[in-house]
């Protein structure tokens, strides 16, 4: 019954607001309704034959045809550091240099079948310990400009916080249970700039063979979007057995230049004993000097115990499990833009828990000497008790989790698009 009755809630949340689509779709962004950023370079396209008919909006934006895109990153870096901090060395410490180099390829391609039928298939490969990995798979359907549909294997988040992404239900998974990548069918409904979203989620390990089978192998949700001038709603709730069951409520909006976000959890815990908790954040974002200076600051509480959430593969980090931070918690956020050649930036990462007497501290800068190729250095540090979460969980490089490392990072990448349209 418990399963059945979210079911419906969801469904409700989904049809409710069918009758309202009187909306033009020049109201709509329509790369938004897939996730899509905008091509980086420009697709050559075929001179367009005369049309006896109309064309639509949407037919105008996602013609019918390919585009093959190909990219390559390298990353190569060192990070020396210790098991220990420099004031607490006493001869015993253990010094490890960090290295690592790692180089990627992809090659993707979008198959636009017609206006309403899509489909997108990302294949990697990397060095070191060469393997092929298959990225996105997902296909886009779209009934009657109304109904947008996406399923395959890839990644998709909610929630606003840069810094403690609580609010993001999606990445939460069971302390035991399927935890790899995400495979998602998502239907969504625009509504004006808004709209309802409903998914179907699973982490099993489809790639080896896996099919979901039982009820706890997947997961269901769903969120409203509530967007006016002055302000932007959420409202989301997602249930997998042996986990939580999760509501969400956040806000976002602009005041006198200044970027004031809101975000709630409640978490019940239905597959145990109904016990509640609670966790919510305040935070704010602001430019100065012309967008030279970007400040954020954040303060969060989390009420809830022993939970987990999935962090995707990073340049510098392997995918991996990990606990979610409790108590009160504070973050600060600085970045400088030079002027001039090299877009030299400087930032500071701050992470405090005080309840735990636990800080995480990251000053670096970042430097673009020629086109392509960025140059990062940085001096990630755990600060307060030893017993602290930014003392056990460094997110340091080939899992070594010391809390006091210098890291010089070297990157080149770049990418390129070509298309063939009707």
């Known amino acids: 019954m418990k399963f059945f009755f979210v079911f419906i809630t969801l469904l409700f949340f989904l049809f409710t607001n069918l009758a309202a689509q009187e909306d033009s779709l020049l109201d709509r962004d329509i790369d938004s309704l897939f996730d899509e950023p905008p091509p980086e370079t420009q697709v050559k396209e075929e001179p367009a034959k005369r049309e006896t008919r109309p064309v639509s909006i949407l037919g105008s934006v996602r013609r019918r045809g390919l585009t093959l895109g190909a ?10 550091g210790w098991d220990a901090r420099p004031w607490e060395f006493n001869g015993e410490e253990v010094y490890s240099h960090g290295q690592g180099v790692k180089m990627n390829a992809s090659i993707s391609l979008d198959a636009q079948m017609s206006e309403v039928f899509r489909a997108r298939t990302v294949v990697n490969f990397n060095i070191p310990s060469f393997s092929f990995e298959l990225g996105d798979f997902f296909f886009d359907y779209n009934f009657f400009d109304k109904v947008f549909v996406r399923a395959g294997k890839y990644e998709h988040s909610w929630g606003i916080s840069p810094n403690y992404s ?70 989301g709730i ?10 969400t409520f956040s806000v976002k909006t602009t005041i006198w230049d200044i970027e004031l976000y809101n975000e709630w959890l409640v978490a019940v815990s239905t597959h145990q004993n109904n016990e509640t908790s609670f966790a919510v954040n305040f935070g704010f974002g602001r430019e100065f000097f012309n967008e030279k200076l970007d400040i954020n600051g954040e303060l969060f509480y989390n009420g809830e115990g022993n939970t987990y959430f999935y962090r995707p593969e990073t340049e510098i980090r392997e995918a991996e499990t990990s606990p979610f931070i ?12 030079f002027s001039g050649k090299g877009d030299i930036r400087f930032f500071t990462k ?7 007497n636990s800080l995480q501290l990251v000053p670096g800068f970042r430097l673009t000497p020629v086109s392509h190729i960025e140059i990062y250095a940085a001096v990630p540090m755990a600060l307060g008790s ?37």
């Open 386 to 422: 030893k017993d602290g979460y930014y003392y056990n969980y460094t997110d340091d490089v080939n899992n070594l989790n010391r809390p006091f490392r210098v890291m010089f990072l070297v990157t080149l990448k770049g990418n390129v698009r070509a298309g063939y349209f009707y």
């Open 166 to 235: 609580f609010t993001n239900l999606l990445s939460r998974v069971p302390s035991e249970g399927p935890s790899g990548s995400s495979y998602v069918f998502k239907v969504d409904v625009p509504i004006g700039i808004g709209g309802v979203q409903a998914l179907f989620m699973t982490r099993v390990n489809m790639m080896g063979g896996v099919i979901p089978e039982h009820r706890k192998d997947l997961a269901f949700g769903g969120k409203y979007n509530l967007a006016f001038r002055w302000a932007d709603f959420d409202l």
């Open 71 to 80: 990219s390559f990153e390298f990353h190569g870096g060192l990070a020396p």
């Open 238 to 247: 997602f249930y997998q057995d042996e986990m939580a069951t999760r509501g």
């Open 326 to 337: 409790e108590g009160f918690n504070i973050a600060l956020n600085l970045l400088y833009r």
């Open 350 to 356: 701050l992470l405090y828990a005080p309840m735990q």
